[in-house]
């Protein structure tokens, strides 16, 4: 069967789905609806060629741990590539004001490890490559093996997706109708039509890669709030030259931002400065890459026939570095309730809708809100800033509930 044929229907089939965007949200959910929606025939679009290698792009993904079990229900997590995060640390950068309840080091702090919410590892990073090459030949085996239902058509943009009466109709070329279109192409920030609710944060995300010193401990994920806003260090596996890695998210606000002028010495001596002694000294830093920071976001995921998710639903900060899990629960619970209502695809939808509304909205106004508050100089805010995560390390209860959230979501 050729790449760009479409599955002829048949009598047995329930649902013709097309997923526009092959990127994780889009490699997942096709996966997972061929695995269980076995009468369903799914179409997956993309511009870029089949043939091209995606396996070496060095973007970072930070996943949960819910996001992890769901890859390994798939088969297609590579355990060899992915550094476990095993501890967060989360703390926030001097100038801030003392208060009994810092404790004697007076700087405010939160630590949650695997160990104490008695899970494995609390998620695990690894590259956008590692990640969407295994995922995407998993795929392709696929519609190898079932040419009758499923089909790519790779190196076909999608120029229009138009509403019908009971469906969709979609032009990549060739005009082709589906009963559901899911589209699952994001983009960054800056290269996305603005959607409903829409606020460009006026800082530029500075990322790349760092080298820990070789006694670092393995598997930590370090959270920093500066005056100019959160500084990352996300655990990467490491090589036979730098033993302990670690991904590198800086952001600044773009009126204060000169870290393209500096040399690399320097702004490993800056970065050096903003984190805690147990991340650092930083001993080499990898050329860096800028993007523009915002929130974009849909107010509703459903609009006739067609779904978004992923980053074409929501693009946030990365401040909590939850923008992928998010896709990728979208795609779970779309997956659910088509299987759940069977040929009822509106009703589908509207359960997706509803469901995925508080995980969605309570990620959506929590990223909002840090990342809009590193903007502000109120005299107060390191103070409230710091009684927040003390509070949060002197309360277990509360805690253990944010550290599930974050793994698995809010259910």
Not at 357 to 371: C, G, V
């Amino acid at each position: 069967m050729s790449p760009l044929a479409t599955p002829a229907p048949s009598a047995a089939t329930m649902l013709r789905l097309a997923i526009v965007g092959a990127g994780p949200a889009g490699l997942v959910l096709a996966l997972h609806a061929a695995q269980m929606l076995p009468q369903a025939s799914i179409t997956l679009f993309d511009a870029r060629p089949l043939e091209r290698d995606v396996s070496g792009d060095p973007r970072t993904l930070a996943l949960s741990l819910g996001s992890v079990q769901l890859l390994q229900r798939l088969k297609v997590w590579p355990t060899e590539l992915a550094q476990p995060i095993l501890q967060v640390h989360v703390s926030q950068a001097p100038p801030t004001l003392s208060h009994p309840l810092f404790g004697a080091s007076q700087q405010p702090e939160v630590r949650i490890s695997a160990a104490e919410q008695g899970v494995p590892q609390l998620g695990a990073v690894l590259a956008y490559g590692q990640l969407v090459a295994p995922l995407q030949a998993a795929w392709q085996a696929r519609v190898e093996a079932e040419p009758q239902r499923l089909a790519s058509r790779f190196g076909a943009a999608v120029a229009a997706i138009k509403p019908l009466p009971s469906g969709v109709e979609i032009d990549a070329g060739i005009a082709d109708c589906f009963d559901l279109a899911v589209i699952a192409e994001g983009g960054v920030f800056a290269d996305q039509a603005r959607k409903a609710v829409a606020h460009d944060y006026e800082q530029n995300a500075w990322v790349g890669s760092v080298t820990l010193p070789e006694h670092s401990p393995a598997g930590v994920a370090y959270e920093r709030f500066t005056r100019n806003g959160p500084l990352a260090l996300l655990p990467l596996r490491g090589t036979p030259d730098a033993p302990r890695r670690a991904a590198l998210v800086w952001c600044m606000p773009k009126a204060e931002d000169d870290v393209a002028e500096l040399s690399d010495a320097q702004r490993l001596a800056l970065i050096n400065s903003l984190l805690p002694d147990a991340a650092g000294p930083l001993r080499a830093i990898s050329p860096l890459k800028c993007f523009a920071l915002g929130l974009n976001a849909e107010r509703t995921l459903v609009q006739g026939r067609s779904i978004r998710i992923g980053n074409a639903a929501q693009t946030l900060h990365p401040v909590a570095g939850q923008g992928l899990n998010l896709g990728l629960r979208d795609a779970y619970a779309l997956v659910d309730a088509l299987r759940r209502k069977e040929a009822d695809i509106d009703a589908a939808l509207k359960s997706v809708e509803w469901q995925r509304a508080p995980d969605r909205w309570s990620m959506i106004a929590a990223t909002d809100f840090l990342a809009r508050s590193f903007a502000w100089r109120w005299p107060g805010l390191p103070l409230a800033r710091g009684l927040g995560l003390a509070a949060l390390q002197a309360l277990p209860p509360l805690k253990r509930a944010i550290a599930r959230q974050m793994m698995f979501g809010r259910r």
